[in-house]
């Protein structure tokens, strides 16, 4: 499998949606957002023990629901809240929501060359939009330009932390069979 492919008017999309739903954001919030657009979860390790216990312990840990519920990120991968699963009362259809999740989530995680030169491509490509969707500072952007060049995957700003209190995974919406037993569950 490769990279989700995406266009202008794809990307356009995108960022109308996460400002609709989370309009204080950085520039490195949008540098996040196309990279989970392009890669989805290629970045998370393979180990299914590892995965179903760091979604568990943040759903036990979260004070807070992250919004929206079910966020698509173009063409290829959504963000799932983990708020699907922190609702269930009944502790053994919690831990299979859990486990679902898992699946899905290592499911949808690609094993993928280094993405640093594709990704900074695909910034040089869309950063103007970017640019004229969310007014920052200069130095806000160069500090997203900075981690492009270094290579880095950000995590969101402190900006977006505050209002937001990001707690979802991603997923690749087109395994249809997944996204049908989740909704089923939920």
């Given at each position: 499998?490769?990279?989700?492919?995406?266009?202008?008017?794809?990307?356009?999309?995108?960022v109308e949606d996460e400002l609709s739903y989370h309009p204080h954001l950085?520039?490195?919030?949008?540098?996040?957002?196309?990279?989970?657009?392009?890669?989805?979860?290629?970045?998370?390790?393979?180990?299914?023990?590892?995965?179903?216990?760091?979604?568990?312990?943040?759903?036990?840990?979260?004070?807070?629901?992250?919004?929206?519920?079910?966020?698509?990120?173009?063409?290829?991968?959504?963000?799932?809240?983990?708020?699907?699963?922190?609702?269930?009362?009944?502790p053994s259809l919690r831990q299979r929501k859990i486990a679902f999740l898992?699946?899905?989530?290592?499911?949808?995680?690609?094993?993928?060359?280094?993405?640093?030169?594709?990704?900074?491509?695909?910034?040089?490509?869309?950063?103007?939009?970017?640019?004229?969707?969310?007014?920052?500072?200069?130095?806000?952007?160069?500090?997203?330009?900075?981690?492009?060049?270094?290579?880095?995957?950000?995590?969101?700003?402190?900006?977006?932390?505050?209002?937001?209190?990001?707690?979802?995974?991603?997923?690749?919406?087109?395994?249809?069979?997944?996204?049908?037993?989740?909704?089923?569950?939920?």
């Open positions: 499998m490769k990279i989700c492919e995406l266009n202008t008017d794809i990307v356009t999309k995108l950085e520039p490195v919030d949008l540098y996040k957002l196309l990279y989970q657009a392009l890669y989805g979860p290629f970045h998370i390790a393979g180990d299914y023990e590892q995965v179903f216990r760091s979604i568990q312990t943040e759903v036990e840990l979260s004070s807070s629901l992250y919004e929206p519920l079910f966020q698509e990120l173009g063409p290829c991968y959504s963000r799932v809240s983990l708020a699907f699963i922190q609702s269930e009362n009944e898992t699946d899905w989530l290592l499911e949808s995680s690609l094993d993928l060359p280094d993405v640093k030169s594709d990704f900074q491509r695909q910034w040089e490509l869309y950063r103007h939009l970017l640019k004229t969707a969310v007014l920052a500072s200069p130095v806000s952007w160069q500090e997203a330009d900075d981690l492009v060049k270094a290579g880095h995957l950000p995590s969101h700003s402190q900006t977006f932390h505050q209002h937001y209190q990001p707690h979802y995974r991603l997923v690749n919406i087109n395994y249809n069979k997944q996204y049908q037993l989740f909704m089923e569950f939920n």
